[in-house]
T-cell receptor, first 114, second 117 residues
């Protein structure tokens, strides 16, 4: 069983640039969530995709956007990067719609903004 | 507002002693509660969950957690700590304000466990 994989592992950008992070969900999982984890903090929910549609969003501005593809993989796009966007970005996949199944996390993409 | 609190930034325990990592939550309705562990430069790994049923749930690597509804707590425990348990632990609760496949988790700030030989 293949777990959640994310790419790239590390990325360095400058303010104002745009970035795309990628996530392949665990086999059989149809729901993908993205989280931002700043240094020394717990993960913060960005949004979730289910059946290729965003069906929930946290307190993040519209410059954070995403996609889910028919094979359930997903992308996180961030425009107009700011210094505060420096963080570990985690993708998590799960099954079902009841929220009682654990989410399985990838190892994340560490994004550094200069 | 729904929230999770982990009151201790770090917990220190001697190897072989029992350990407890504390977690309290605030939600409306019945909570879905989870514990995750994070190894250095890695993502989160699921340890255990409470959805319904027995208040004492058992998970991976000898960990267990006790759900206490009256105290709104979900403390993580292990009878005998190992040096290899020295990593970062996160408690999380599912945000139940939404239905239909909405699986948002609200995380605590994390507790670092330090097990000394």
């Amino acid at each position: 069983e293949t777990g959640v994989t994310q790419s790239p592992t590390h990325l360095i950008k400058t303010r104002g640039q745009q970035v795309t992070l990628r996530c392949s969900s665990q086999s059989g999982h149809n729901t993908v969530s993205w989280y931002q984890q700043a240094l020394g903090q717990g993960p913060q929910f960005i949004f979730q995709y289910y059946r290729e549609e965003e069906n929930g969003r946290g307190n993040f501005p519209p410059r954070f956007s995403g996609l889910q593809f028919p094979n359930y993989s997903s992308e996180l796009n961030v425009n107009a990067l700011e210094l505060d966007d420096s963080a570990l970005y985690l993708c998590a996949s799960s099954t079902g719609t009841g929220g009682n199944q654990p989410q399985h996390f990838g190892d994340g993409t560490r994004l550094s903004i200069l | 507002a729904q929230s999770v609190a982990q009151p201790e930034d770090q917990v220190n325990v001697a190897e072989g002693n029992p350990l407890t990592v504390k977690c309290t939550y605030s939600v409306s309705g019945n909570p879905y509660l989870f514990w995750y562990v994070q190894y250095p430069n890695r993502g989160l790994q699921f340890l255990l969950k409470y959805i319904t049923g027995d208040n004492l749930v058992k998970g991976s690597y000898g960990f267990e957690a006790e759900f206490n509804k009256s105290q709104t707590s979900f403390h993580l425990k292990k009878p005998s700590a190992l040096v290899s348990d020295s990593v970062l632990y996160f408690c999380a609760v599912r945000d139940i304000r939404f239905s239909g496949g909405y699986n948002k988790l609200i995380f605590g700030a994390g507790t670092r466990l330090a097990v000394h030989p």
